[in-house]
């Protein structure tokens, strides 16, 4: 599997259909099923698709004479990628200054944090 890079909000808008569809699609599919409101060229769709594709989240097969995209990666491996890259940039790779984070802005309700530590007390 290709290292997985940052994808673009564009970007994450068709692979947040590809992930919910749960099959392969064609470029088709995904100009039929573009969020409310955008309108994208089939150029475009297609730029995005060969984006995705080289950042190692998407891979594609010729299928008659459409191409058939699936992910390479699920969405929560996906977003584990981004919330690492997050802790890492942001906060220097320190998870306990991310936890902090959330504590110190009032974020996090009562539920969360009992979440929190029903997860910690797993790990």
């Known amino acids: 599997m290709k290292k997985i890079q940052h994808i673009?909000?564009?970007e994450m808008q068709i692979m947040e259909y590809i992930w919910k569809t749960g099959r392969a699609v064609t470029t088709a599919e995904?100009?039929?099923?573009?969020?409310?409101?955008i309108?994208?060229?089939?150029?475009?769709v297609v730029t995005f698709l060969s984006r995705?594709?080289?950042?190692g989240v998407l891979?594609?097969?010729?299928?008659?004479?459409?191409f058939h995209y699936q992910p390479c990666v699920t969405e929560q491996e996906y977003r584990n990628?981004?919330?690492k890259q997050f802790i890492s940039n942001v906060h220097k790779g320190s998870?306990?200054?991310f936890i902090s984070a959330l504590c110190d802005n009032g974020d996090l309700t009562r539920e969360d944090i009992e979440e929190i530590e029903k997860i910690l007390k797993k790990v």
């Open 30 to 37: 995904v100009m039929q099923n573009l969020p409310e409101g």
């Open 81 to 83: 990628f981004e919330t």
């Open 95 to 97: 998870v306990l200054g």
């Open 59 to 66: 891979k594609s097969a010729r299928v008659g004479r459409a």
């Open 8 to 10: 673009s909000n564009s």
């Open 39 to 44: 309108e994208w060229s089939l150029k475009t």
């Open 52 to 55: 995705l594709i080289d950042k």
